[in-house]
């Protein structure tokens, strides 16, 4: 989204990555970036920054793995390269195969089912956003969504409350102009607003990539956020964490702008789980 400039300093930061990979020596590690890491203006950047551990891992081919394909509703695409100490024992097969069952996404309208749609735009405050959710949906995304906690994950207090009550955090309102409201309105499914560039999310579809804005260091600047698929209104953070696959009980920033940047910043867990499972398979095996 940026210019994309192969001077950014940023682009150290590849290098630094395996650099410390090199220190540490674990074993296995995985990077995650945007796709736009394997166009060939950054060729020499990638292959600089992975012959730093060239003779002590085992680096596998990069791999673009796309969220809806693995069961998160997002339409996020990302680039993993994996790699494994030689020293370790490892076997990596064909460590890319596809799941055995389908993990197929649900669309954006079932993915959403059972968080409140009907949103003040005054709910601010960490209470105002505590708002039940029901469970109307069955499968393999919504018990990961709204029940299974992997063992070890998650404080418990927090917990327990959800468990109990069912009540999730993150339901805040964005304040819009009537005129703002009745161009979202009139939006159709999949269509952008001309001056906020909002995207309409389509029920039938997947929620597009969501980005995080910027940091202090560059302005503050609060990402683009979709519009919801029912109401003419932008999405609240709780529903971002949904597309994205994390659980209702995952307790995010007590700020809406924070909240926001952990989510567009994330890995979505589904696709996560996906890649480690993987990772950890190919550590086990004799």
């Not at 709780?238 to 920033?253: I, K, N, S």
């Not at 952990?262 to 095996?285: C, F, T, W, Y």
């Amino acid at each position: 989204m940026g210019k994309r400039d192969v001077e950014d300093t940023r682009n150290q930061l590849l290098s630094h990555f395996f650099r410390i990979v090199d220190e540490l020596k674990p074993r296995a590690f995985v990077l995650e970036n945007v796709p736009g890491i394997l166009n060939e203006q950054y060729a020499t950047i990638l292959a600089d920054a992975i012959s730093i551990v060239g003779e002590s891992y085992d680096v596998l081919k990069p791999h673009t793995l796309t969220a809806f394909e693995l069961g998160a509703p997002t339409l996020r695409r990302r680039v993993f390269i994996v790699g494994f100490l030689n020293t370790t024992p490892h076997f990596v097969g064909d460590f890319w195969s596809k799941p055995k069952k389908s993990q197929r996404a649900p669309i954006v309208r079932h993915a959403l089912c059972g968080l409140p749609a009907d949103i003040n735009p005054e709910w601010k405050n960490s209470g105002d956003g505590s708002r039940l959710v029901r469970v109307v949906r069955s499968g393999r995304f919504f018990a990961s969504a709204t029940g299974r906690v992997p063992a070890g994950v998650g404080n418990p207090e927090s917990l327990a409350s959800y468990q109990k009550s069912r009540v999730v955090t993150g339901c805040w309102g964005t304040k819009h102009s009537a005129d703002l409201t009745s161009r979202y309105a009139a939006l159709g499914a999949g269509k952008s607003d001309s001056k906020t560039k909002s995207m309409r999310l389509d029920p039938d579809g997947y929620c597009p990539t969501l980005r995080a804005g910027t940091g202090p260091d560059r302005g503050s600047f609060q990402a683009v956020r979709p519009i919801h698929h029912i109401r003419p209104r932008v999405i609240t953070p709780r529903e971002a964490a949904r597309l994205q696959g994390f659980p209702d009980w995952y307790q995010f920033d007590v700020t809406k702008w924070h909240s926001f940047r952990q989510i567009g910043n994330s890995v979505s867990p589904i696709v996560a789980e996906h890649v480690m499972k993987r990772v950890r398979r190919a550590l086990d095996h004799e």
